[in-house]
T-cell receptor, first 112, second 115 residues
């Protein structure tokens, strides 16, 4: 069984569009995250979220917003896509803040 | 603010050689956690190890070993008798106790193991 899954795996879209990436974890974890990996492989945290608290990396544009329908899901919604949003986006989850994070397979977003 | 530095951007070795990947971190917190992740060419991020700031014991897992030294703020990773399958990008990461466990990653070290 896949622990952390993301859909879609690839997403190609045009500038100005709005898109969402879905993430689901079946590990029973309380906390979920979104990371962005750029073309140089640099990984940056975007959000940390559990059912009580959302922590946003201050460098993330407000065009990006996480949406959590329940504890097992944390979707990433992006408005008005820009060329610079092209990257691989990883979802992750952890049992608690002291524990390791398990990552989804990533979603490669290409904005044309 | 927390920071992780992996000074080696690329390392190339021949199979069966030992290789050490360096990681230096900065934090003002007394409680923090250190991690290593592997990203093979297929792209997924694979968890390797977690260490908390109160546990300086070195760890060995098969061909992998980790050396955590608070005095030098380093958490180095050694692969013994490297294999071609070890070829990947390796990331060191840090999370601070108060920061919602958001990981700060180093820039990664690309390891190429040649047969």
């Amino acid at each position: 069984d896949t622990a952390v899954s993301q859909t879609p795996k690839y997403l190609v879209t045009q500038m100005g569009n709005d898109k969402s990436i879905k993430c689901e974890q079946n590990l029973g974890h309380d906390t979920m995250y979104w990371y962005k990996q750029d073309s140089k492989k640099f990984l940056k945290i975007m959000f940390s979220y559990n059912n009580k608290e959302l922590i946003i990396n201050e460098t993330v544009p407000n065009r990006f917003s996480p949406k959590s329908p329940d504890k097992a899901h944390l979707n990433l919604h992006i408005n008005s896509l820009e060329l610079g949003d092209s990257a691989v986006y990883f979802c992750a989850s952890s049992q608690d803040r002291a524990y390791e994070q398990y990552f989804g397979p990533g979603t490669r977003l290409t904005v044309t | 603010a927390q920071k992780v530095t992996q000074a080696q951007t690329e390392i190339s070795v021949v199979e069966k050689e030992d290789v050490t990947l360096d990681c230096v971190y900065e934090t003002r917190d007394t409680t923090y956690y250190l991690f290593w992740y592997k990203q093979p060419p297929s792209g997924e991020l694979v968890f390797l190890i977690r260490r908390n700031s109160f546990d300086e014991q070195n760890e060995i897992s098969g061909r992998y070993s980790w050396n955590f030294q608070k005095s030098t703020s380093s958490f180095n990773f050694t692969i013994t008798a490297s294999q071609v399958v070890d070829s990947a990008v390796y990331f060191c990461a840090l999370s601070e106790g108060y920061a919602g466990n958001m990981l700060t990653f180093g820039g990664g070290t690309r390891l190429m193991v040649k047969p």
